[in-house]
């Protein structure tokens, strides 16, 4: 079973920025479309970004311009750099390993996710 550790979160003020890592196990890292999800109290679960093996990305409305996603297939962890963070950031965020392209739906590989806090 693949296994996804999340790091990178925490307590910041707006405007500022935070760097979210995920690294994967196993050997199928370059294969799987890669994405960040945040899930925030009373909220649905939702998309932030997402990255082909080949680089393309898609990203929600609310972050664009703001967050970029990014990969390095050689270590098996996908990146979330987050900028301009705004309180409404605030959330769990999860990364996903084999998401679809067709769909944006995420696969059942999930990690145990990151705090994020973004408050004056």
């Known amino acids: 079973q693949v296994q996804l550790v999340e790091s990178g979160g925490g307590l910041v003020q707006p405007g500022e920025s935070l760097r979210l890592s995920c690294a994967a196990s196993?050997?199928?890292?370059?294969?799987?479309?890669m994405g960040w999800y945040r899930q925030a109290p009373g909220k649905q679960r939702e998309l932030v970004a997402a990255?082909?093996?080949?680089?393309?990305?898609k990203y929600a409305d609310s972050v664009k311009g703001r967050f970029t996603i990014s990969r390095d297939n050689a270590k098996n962890t996908v990146y979330l750099q987050m900028n301009s963070l705004k309180p409404e950031d605030t959330a769990v965020y999860y990364c996903?390993?084999?998401?679809?392209?067709?769909?944006?739906?995420?696969?059942?590989?999930w990690g145990q996710g990151t705090q994020v806090t973004v408050s004056s």
């Open positions: 990255i082909t093996p080949g680089g393309s990305t």
């Open positions: 996903n390993a084999g998401v679809s392209w067709r769909t944006l739906s995420p696969s059942d590989y």
């Open positions: 196993g050997s199928i890292f370059s294969f799987k479309a």
